[in-house]
Nanobody, 125 residues
Framework: QVRMVESGGGLVQPGGSLRLSCAASGRTFSSYYMGWFRQAPGKEREFVAGISGSGGSTYYTPSVKGRFTISRDNAKNTANLQMNSLTPEDTAVYYC??????????????????WGQGTQVTVSS
């Protein structure tokens, strides 16, 4: 089995920053591309960012480009999402996901095989 566990969510003011982490179990973490998705109440799940297995390619939804940075540390089996300049529109549950499908289609939830439990990010006041 592959388990992915997010952490780092919380309540921040607009303009603030958070760093989300995803700890992944498994023997072949570097073989998985990783992604972050988010879902706000009453809205569909939205792609946020993706990264290839080697970390050499990254992908972002337009609304977070320049503000969010996805990274990974294959030696530690972790993926991260640094979120800066947060706005209330970023409020959502953020999910970490991994997959091995080829070619990598980062924006598609169906491309991912394993999902974390989600971590709440609230941007307010």
């Amino acid at each position: 089995q592959v388990r992915m566990v997010e952490s780092g969510g919380g309540l921040v003011q607009p303009g603030g920053s958070l760093r989300l982490s995803c700890a992944a179990s498994g023997r072949t973490f570097s073989s998985y591309y990783m992604g972050w998705f988010r879902q706000a109440p009453g809205k569909e799940r939205e792609f946020v960012a993706g990264i290839s297995g080697s970390g050499g390619s990254t992908y972002y939804t337009p609304s977070v480009k320049g503000r969010f940075t996805i990274s990974r540390d294959n030696a530690k089996n972790t993926a991260n999402l640094q979120m800066n300049s947060l706005t209330p529109e970023d409020t959502a549950v953020y999910y970490c996901a991994g997959g091995m499908s080829r070619p990598y289609t980062p924006g598609s939830p169906s491309a991912y095989d394993y999902w974390g439990q989600g971590t709440q990010v609230t941007v307010s006041s």
